[in-house]
């Protein structure tokens, strides 16, 4: 016969084992959320460059005024110790090769790269 009216004692396991997954489910999240913010800032850096490119396709090359833009803006996206070596400065004919090479780290932790090449249609 059962008595109804009287409870089982709780096993701390039980709670302990859904507390452990909790805390490893909100972990996964936090983590995921940060790279998620790294993808975000790599995808608009991605179309900064191809803006800037458009841009050093029809002149020719990376203008001075267009470079400290760009530099602002990378600047704003979070990417410190900035080069843009290797980058074409310098007008160059219709045809010619035109390349957009970007380096730094996005927020000091991540080294990111994005290189556009395209030819002058100036």
Do not use: W
């Not at 833009?69 to 979070?78: P, Q, S, W």
């Not at 035109?98 to 080294?111: P, S, Y």
């Amino acid at each position: 016969m059962v008595d109804v009216g009287k409870k089982e004692h709780g096993n701390i396991g039980d709670l302990l084992g859904a507390g452990l997954c909790m805390i490893a489910m909100l972990t996964l999240m936090m983590s995921c959320f940060t790279h998620m913010a790294f993808l975000q800032k790599k995808v608009y850096l991605g179309q900064t460059a191809r803006k800037y490119m458009l841009r050093m396709e029809t002149v020719g090359y990376l203008e001075n005024q267009k470079e400290k833009e760009l530099r602002r803006e990378l600047a704003d996206l979070g990417i410190t110790e900035l080069s843009l070596e290797g980058t074409t400065t310098e007008p160059v004919s219709y045809g010619e090769v035109i390349t957009l090479m970007i380096k730094g780290k996005l927020e000091g932790k991540m080294d990111v790269y994005e290189t556009k090449t395209s030819t002058a249609k100036n």
